[in-house]
């Protein structure tokens, strides 16, 4: 059986097999119009986040 989760509105998703985890990240990284993020990037990303998930926008 297939590992899930649920979600805070109650819908259970299905987890991708350790298999189709390789092979989507695999597909992932050879798509030159989205390459990965680097340690630094997300740190940056990281640091602009508030709570709510909302991107903290400095205002003039």
Do not use: Q, Y
């Amino acid at each position: 059986m297939r590992e899930t989760i649920k979600t805070t509105d109650g819908r259970i998703l299905a987890l991708p097999t350790p298999e189709e985890d390789r092979k989507i990240t695999e597909a992932a990284l050879t798509d030159p119009d989205c390459p990965p993020i680097t340690e630094e990037e997300w740190e940056e990303i990281r640091l602009r986040l508030v709570r709510g998930g909302k991107v903290n926008v400095p205002t003039k």
